[in-house]
């Protein structure tokens, strides 16, 4: 090898070990290297509920078919909450609702989506009724916070019944009740349709916040030390 060749070489050499590869590969992918700089933490001074399925739900008490609420946890910058621990409550007397544990209260936590559901429901009598829904999550720096929201539904004997409520009533009160032809198709079908989708989004959504169906919710926070604070409806 010549020397013109083997000084080539050696300034090469130098110059690469002399290179900082760590902070010119910083320099080029940031977010890559310092994942945790440009991630939005999760606020949870505040907290809402948002319904993503089972309000309006029309359950048939023959059939023992429900549809099972869904709903997603979010934090003060609308961000999803994971491990928010959440309570559904029905009502103690008929219409309600009974859970798969067999009580009228069911206990789950959120999952990595925000999102938490039950599974199981069973109708018990016929009318109108009310869920309600709470979650909280306790943070070492802001306390426990809570919010809280309800999920509308109604029992009905069978099928028929459901149909002729809402035929009964026309189109207008249908939309109101949540009785589109199509649910109303699925119902009379024996389908609880209008869960199942929701399902979906629950087990394989994208882990952005979704747009569910508005619902009120207070959030209530706890401090450590500082008394409570409730803020006002969403």
């Not at 505040?46 to 023959?62: H, M, P």
């Not at 949540?178 to 209008?194: D, K, N, R």
Request: charged share 10%; glycine share 12%.
């Amino acid at each position: 090898m010549s020397r013109s060749v083997l000084a080539v070489a050696l300034c090469l050499a130098t110059a690469f070990a002399s290179f900082d590869q760590p902070a010119h590969a910083q320099s080029l992918l940031p977010s890559v290297w310092e994942p945790g700089r440009y991630a939005q933490a999760v606020d949870l001074s505040e907290l809402s509920i948002v319904v993503v399925a089972g309000e309006n739900g029309v359950n048939i008490v023959t059939k023992k078919t429900a549809v099972q609420p869904i709903i997603e946890v979010r934090d003060k910058n609308n961000l999803p909450v994971t491990g928010a621990v959440v309570n559904f409550i029905s009502p103690d007397q008929a219409p309600s609702v009974v859970f798969s544990n067999g009580e009228r209260t069911f206990t789950v936590v959120t999952n990595d989506t925000g999102r938490a559901a039950v599974s199981g429901m069973r109708p018990v009598g016929t009318g109108a009724f009310r869920i309600q829904v709470t979650a909280s999550v306790t943070s070492t720096t802001q306390g426990h916070t809570i919010a809280t929201a309800t999920i509308s539904q109604r029992n009905f004997d069978t099928t028929e019944a459901a149909a002729r409520a809402g035929a009964a009533s026309g189109a207008a009160a249908g939309t109101r009740a949540g009785l589109s032809t199509g649910v109303l198709i699925a119902i009379i079908g024996g389908v609880a349709a209008a869960g199942a989708g929701a399902l979906l989004g629950l087990h394989g959504g994208n882990k952005s916040p979704s747009s569910g169906s508005g619902s009120s919710t207070v959030s209530a926070t706890i401090g450590l030390g500082t008394g409570s604070t409730v803020s006002p409806p969403h």
